[in-house]
């Protein structure tokens, strides 16, 4: 037959592909589509590197069905592939369909400004190329694509001489937006309390109670993290709106909760820490996962006084972080009440004798927020306070004329 | 500012539609918005510490419902603004410096923490009296008394004890975010007629103005700069009962800024609030709301004031429960009982009461209005009587302490001074 032209009656014979140059397409193409799948960054290589293992699968097929013979002609063999072609991209290209592949991006900032360097991981994510680095020409900004939409997303943002956190991002804007307080960097394997006056700075140290790392049991880093932001957060805010809702942050008063990225273990080290840091108090804990999933801390807090006093909260019990920390109701408890202590003691040294009792009254009206076996200290050490005070009350003579 | 930014406040300045209800959402740094607008309500990006658009979406539908359920105000207007990069930290300056450039006298604002789908919502809300107009309804109430023996009148006042108030945090959930995602969709549709299935006749487009021009059965007309019209649901939000919550703190707001206008509306909205709200709030808020309902229904010319003084005074009352050490509500029953002793004698318990609580609150907060109340309780014409003292040893010790009231008053204003 060979040397006679092709006609409808006379067929193409099927084409016969040596072993060697099979293997050899074959593999070139499975090699190109995994690197493609494994660096894949758009929407557009994926579907590049389903087309070549595509493609390959109708390679495979073309060589079969001319070495096997059961196809007679050429045509057949074209459209026995091209059928493989068309099955094995019709199935893959529905993965990308059932997986909305899209890209995520978004800016790093670190304190007020873009992050020079860092390094970016996506958290909870199957895809192999989760990391990037973020160097100073990139502008603080990252890209990935991730199949499947997400409400939220989490990240590690590792800064080099800084440290290393992790974050959730809501997806509601074309932008997420990573902002990083250099203060809030954990330090990962630094012994605790080594450089705490480097890694826990402040301005003003009268004002501001530090909140170190809660020590912890069973607990994924993620919900640690977690946990300590959203404390962080909620200390901060809610006790200086309280306080200013009250009239009680008045003559540039500042008070502030800051974070203190490492652990104490014991009421020596924090009593340690609040000396070095030259803080009124610090708030340290435990917290512990239950075999039950449910979550239990307790707070202490460290107020330096005469002699340091660990004032301990009541012992919280939550299913989650959010529980935990009380994010469903108003600020109360020990940390509120010793920030009143803390911010009258700030009144007494500036001579500013109605706030300062005004302030003590309330840390007074909230001791029943100390847990009950500290509550008499806490009010031993208010009232002290308060019997100091009234000895310089100008209205103190002034007595009922209607009788007691 | 950009160059935006500054043409269209220049429009507005000119606008012929204000004075108006109206809205804007602007930036931080923006000069003032609706400079023609008596009333103005200012309502600062909501913080979401994770970032993300949820906190400036929550601003902006409490901003919508404040401005589709005021009323008895004319010329109202709410400007909300929105972060820029790097953020603002709100502290009680910076609420205060921006309230004061936009001319609002009340300021609302807050935070959000969004975790595993749910959103807990903590929202606050400060009086800039700064930021007032001159002509606005003070937030201190006050009785005068004519002393035969004196030629300058005595003036009892009670103020608020704060001008800031937090409002206990709300939770909302996936299913409950999820809705408000449709709702916030739905409400950007612009219609010809105020029916769900009306034609569309275009979109609100975000900080562009745009200026309510009518309202019926939950639906209001609105005006958009760009020469569009139709009809909303603006305040569809509030009717959801999953956040009927969250417009506590508009409800709180319109209130204050009725009793500022001088609208008698505003003992209605705090008595509301006090009935949906309060319960659930700290102490100061609730107080703060029955200070408010006593202080509008006291300065309602139009209430007979021998008949409305008795639910004024449960008022005040319920607050000094709430605030045990704070002088304002004790401040507050005296001046309600010298006002209804120009009528009526009071209880003779009424007034040694009265007596031992505003001597507390002197004690405690060495509270300088607190002084003036107790030496014109001392000075009443029947003081005598309510003490039930003999003569020569009532005016020995009402001497006695009104020397040690004036030392105080000396010491307190030195003080301030």
Same mark, same amino acid.
């Given at each position: ?81 091209? /059928? !493989? ?5 019709? #199935? *893959? =290209?529905?993965?990308?369909?059932? +997986?909305?592949?899209?890209? @995520? ?7 007020? /400004? !873009? ?5 970016? #991981? *996506? =958290?909870?994510?199957?895809?192999? +190329?989760?990391?990037?680095? @973020? ?270 | ?417």
């Amino acid at each position: 037959m060979d040397g006679q032209s092709p006609s409808p009656q006379n067929p193409k014979p099927v084409v016969k592909l040596t072993p060697f140059s099979l293997i050899g397409v074959s593999v070139g193409l499975l090699l190109a589509a995994v690197a493609l799948l494994v660096w894949a960054k758009t929407p557009q290589h994926y579907v590049g590197a389903f087309f070549l293992f595509a493609l390959l699968g109708a390679v495979v097929t073309f060589g079969f069905l001319g070495a096997t013979g059961v196809f007679k002609t050429r045509n057949s063999q074209l459209g026995g592939s091209a /059928g !493989v072609l068309v099955t094995i991209l019709t #199935i *893959l =290209l529905k993965f990308i369909g059932a +997986g909305e592949l899209h890209e @995520i991006k978004g800016v790093v900032y670190l304190n007020e /400004g !873009v992050v020079p360097k860092a390094r970016i #991981i *996506l =958290l909870e994510t199957d895809r192999l +190329g989760n990391e990037q680095s @973020i160097e100073p020409k990139d502008n603080g900004q990252f890209r990935f694509t991730v199949s499947g939409k997400k409400k939220e997303y989490k990240f590690r943002i590792i800064i080099p001489d800084a440290g290393e956190t992790n974050m959730i991002a809501v997806a509601n804007r074309e932008w997420l937006t990573l902002k990083v307080d250099s203060k809030t960097l954990s330090q990962g394997s630094k012994e605790p309390l080594a450089d705490l006056q480097q890694l826990c700075q402040v301005e003003n140290a009268a004002c501001t109670v530090f909140l170190f790392d809660y020590l912890h049991e069973q607990l994924g880093p993620d919900e640690l993290q977690t946990f300590q932001n959203l404390q962080a957060g909620r200390l901060d805010k809610d006790i200086r709106y309280d306080l200013e809702s009250r009239k009680l942050l008045e003559g540039g008063i500042d008070f502030r909760v800051r974070r203190c990225s490492t652990s104490i273990k014991d009421s020596l080290s924090a009593k340690a820490a609040a000396s070095t840091l030259r803080v009124p108090a610090v708030v340290w804990g435990f917290i512990k996962k239950m075999p039950d999933n449910k979550l239990v801390s307790v707070t202490t807090i460290t107020f330096l006084d005469q002699q340091a006093l660990d004032f301990a909260s009541r012992e919280d019990i939550g299913s989650d972080v959010t529980a935990l920390v009380g994010l469903e109701r108003s600020i109360q408890g020990a940390p509120l009440a010793i920030a009143a202590l803390v911010v009258g003691d700030l009144y007494i040294r500036k001579g500013n004798v109605e706030l300062a009792r005004k302030t003590l009254l309330y840390a007074q009206e909230l001791a029943n927020g100390v847990s009950p076996k500290d509550k008499a200290d806490f009010m031993k050490v208010v009232n002290s306070r308060l019997e100091g005070l009234e000895a310089r009350n100008p209205a103190v003579h002034l007595q009922p004329i209607g009788g007691p | 500012m950009n160059r935006a930014a500054l043409l269209m406040s220049l429009v507005l300045i000119f606008d012929p539609l204000c004075p108006c209800q109206a809205m804007k959402i602007g930036m931080m740094s923006d000069p003032e918005w609706f400079q023609e607008a008596a009333n103005k309500l200012l309502l600062l990006e909501y913080d979401n510490s994770l970032g993300g658009s949820s906190g400036m979406q929550l601003t902006e539908a409490l901003g919508r419902m404040a401005l589709a359920t005021m009323t008895g105000l004319d010329g109202f207007a709410v400007i909300i603004l929105e972060q820029e990069n790097p953020p603002l930290r709100l502290t009680q300056e910076t609420v205060e410096m921006l309230a004061k450039r936009q001319h609002c006298p009340v300021v609302i604002w807050g935070e959000l923490y969004e975790q595993k789908g749910r959103i807990f919502v903590v929202s606050h809300l400060r009086f800039v009296a700064d930021a007032a107009p001159t002509n606005a309804h003070p937030l201190e109430i006050s009785w005068i008394m004519k002393q035969p023996e004196s030629t300058e009148p005595r003036r009892a006042t009670a103020a608020l004890p704060t001008h800031q108030i937090d409002f206990a945090p709300i939770t909302i959930s996936r299913d409950n975010l999820e809705s408000l995602d449709r709702l916030w969709n739905k409400a950007f549709i612009l219609r010809e007629a105020p029916l769900d299935s009306s034609i569309k006749t275009g979109e609100l487009t975000r900080g562009s103005p745009y200026y309510v021009i009518g309202a019926t059965n939950g639906w209001t007309k609105l005006k958009v700069r760009e020469g569009g019209e139709g009809w909303v649901r603006l305040g569809e939000l509030g009717q959801n009962e999953a956040f009927k919550e969250s417009i506590g703190v508009v409800l709180f707001a319109q209130g204050m800024m009725q009793h500022l206008a001088w609208s008698t509306e505003a003992p209605v909205s705090f008595d509301r609030y006090l009935m949906d709200y309060a319960p659930r709030q700290p102490s100061m808020n609730h107080a703060l709301a029955h200070l408010l309902s006593g202080f509008s229904s006291y300065m309602d010319s139009s209430l007979n004031r021998r008949e409305s003084i008795v639910p004024i005074k449960q008022h005040f009352e319920k607050a000094r429960l709430l605030l045990p050490n704070a002088a304002s509500p004790v401040n507050s029953l005296a001046v309600a009982l010298f006002s209804q002793e120009a009528d009526s004698a009071m209880g003779a318990m009424e007034a040694k009461q009265l007596e031992k609580d505003l001597i507390r609150t002197i004690k405690t907060e060495n509270d300088s209005d607190a002084v003036r109340n107790l030496a014109i309780l001392y000075q009443l014409p029947r003081a005598q009587d309510y003490f039930s003292s003999p003569e020569q040893t009532f005016m020995k010790a009402r001497e006695t302490n009104l020397g040690v009231l004036r030392d105080l008053e000396k010491q307190f204003t030195r003080r301030k001074q």
